[in-house]
Every structure is written in C-alpha cells, then in structure tokens.
C-alpha cells in the first residue's frame, strides 16, 4: 500500500535551515507529482509547493517563494523541502501529499518549530 513517511523536523532558530524528506513507497513515485503541505496550530492545512513527475515546480505558498525549494530522488523515491531563512512563523506540522490513482495520501508529518 501507498505510504509516505516525513523526517527531518526539528526546532531551529530563526534565519536557520532545514530540509525535510519524505519517503514514498507503494507506487510508481516517478510517475506521480508530489507536494508538500503544512498546518499551523488554529490555521487550515495550507499547500506549500508541488514537484510534477516532470520536474516542474509549482511554489503556492507566496511567503515560501526564494526561501523554500522542493526537489525529488526518484532513485530513492523521496521528495525534499529545503527551508532557509526560517521564520517564527513558518512553525508548524509539515505534511507530504500525493494522489495516487484518484487516492490521496498523506505523511504522518512532522512537527517544525522555529524560535529563538
């Protein structure tokens, strides 16, 4: 079955970095697009950038934009999110989405926390 397994949260200090993973498995991961989302405690899940399966990347989220960058192994069938220039207000679950066959998945997440 479809599974989609987040790492790489952690708390950081403002104007610090870090790269989130995601490892897929169960499908064709080269063949899918794949995006990820995240949650702020009291706000709605919000999309945060998607990677089509050629490789174009679609950055939705306008404060992420020259700061985050998505990228995918489809070797490893893992999906990134390089974060940099964190903000306190970039705290939040983070969460790796994919629609698989008309099926949505999603990560378990993972918890980033910036603050000082």
């Known amino acids: 079955q479809v599974q989609l397994v987040e790492s790489g949260g952690g708390l950081v200090q403002p104007g610090g970095s870090l790269r989130l993973s995601c490892a897929a498995s169960?499908?064709?991961?080269?063949?899918?697009?794949m995006s990820w989302y995240r949650q702020a405690p009291g706000k709605e899940r919000e999309l945060v950038a998607t990677l089509t399966s050629i490789g174009l990347t679609i950055m939705n989220l306008e404060s992420a934009k020259g700061r985050f960058t998505i990228s995918r192994d489809n070797a490893k069938n893992t999906v990134y999110l390089q974060m940099n220039s964190l903000k306190p207000e970039d705290t939040a679950v983070y969460y790796c989405y994919a629609r698989v066959r008309l099926a949505v998945y999603w990560g378990q997440g993972t918890q980033v926390t910036v603050s000082s």
């Open positions: 169960g499908f064709t991961f080269s063949s899918y697009a």
